[in-house]
């Protein structure tokens, strides 16, 4: 079945550093993409998506770009903020059958420091 | 749109009683989703409801897990004779198969905290 792996966590950077999350996944069919996040004690925020390839997802500074040809979905960010503390859930949905349910990695704990 | 709610947000129960969850969508969302997560693990699918006909159940549902949707609008689960296993926090998320209403992007609630003494 569909399945994603995401490196293991837990990260720590301090701020102002550059951010490399990674995530590959495989699928059967042609999966869009996402990136959700979990603030302490809070839900789950969709951060970003793509649905083809080689679409850019961005959103509050993140990006992350859909690369078939690695089956790859790596989250960036340029400069980290301590606010950007939370775990970070890279996951998949085949959308083109009729909005799946999401297949999620393990998520990546990111602890920023001042 | 006041988002996805659900209720309670935390219950404990003692192994062999049964529990049940609420969950409320967002208004115009037809799609209803379940997820279990456990600590340190991403959320599982557990399942899903189009309107109220439950189109989907992954095989973690054990017979002891049942969902409702009755009127299309909000969603139960019940688990009967919990275990200690079943202690996790269950999701709830909501989508719209309409592009223009948030395309299909799942809405998640806070979530249920179950903890089984």
């Known amino acids: 079945g569909d399945s994603v792996t995401q490196m293991e966590g837990p990260v720590t950077l301090s701020e102002e550093a550059f951010l490399t999350i990674n995530c590959t996944y495989t699928?059967?069919?042609?999966?869009?993409l996402f990136w959700y996040v979990q603030y302490p004690g809070e839900g789950l925020q969709l951060l970003l998506k793509?649905?083809?390839?080689?679409d850019k997802g961005s959103n509050k500074g993140f990006e992350a770009t859909y690369r078939k040809e690695t089956t790859s979905f790596h989250l960036e960010k340029g400069s980290v903020q301590v606010s950007d503390s939370a775990v970070y859930f890279c996951?998949?949905?085949?959308?083109?059958?009729?909005?799946?349910?999401?297949?999620f990695g393990k998520g990546t704990r990111l602890s920023v420091i001042a | 749109d006041t988002g996805v709610s659900q209720d309670p947000r935390h219950k404990i129960t003692k192994r062999g009683q049964n529990v049940t969850f609420r969950c409320d969508p967002i208004?115009?969302?037809?799609?209803l989703y379940w997820y279990r997560q456990t600590l340190g693990q991403g959320p599982e699918f557990l399942t899903y409801?189009?309107?109220?006909?439950?189109?989907?159940k992954s095989r973690l549902l054990s017979d002891r897990f049942s969902a409702e949707r009755p009127k299309g609008s909000f969603s139960t689960l019940e688990i009967q004779r919990t275990e200690q296993g079943d202690s996790a926090m269950y999701l709830c998320?909501?989508?719209?198969?309409?592009?223009?209403?948030?395309?299909?992007?799942?809405?998640f609630g806070p979530g249920t905290r179950l903890t089984v003494t």
């Open positions: 998320a909501s989508s719209s198969r309409d592009p223009g209403q948030g395309g299909y992007e799942q809405y």
């Open positions: 208004s115009e969302h037809n799609r």
């Open positions: 699928a059967t069919g042609y999966p869009s």
């Open positions: 793509a649905t083809k390839a080689d």
């Open positions: 409801f189009q309107n109220e006909a439950q189109l989907e």
């Open positions: 996951a998949l949905s085949d959308l083109n059958s009729g909005n799946t349910p999401l297949v």
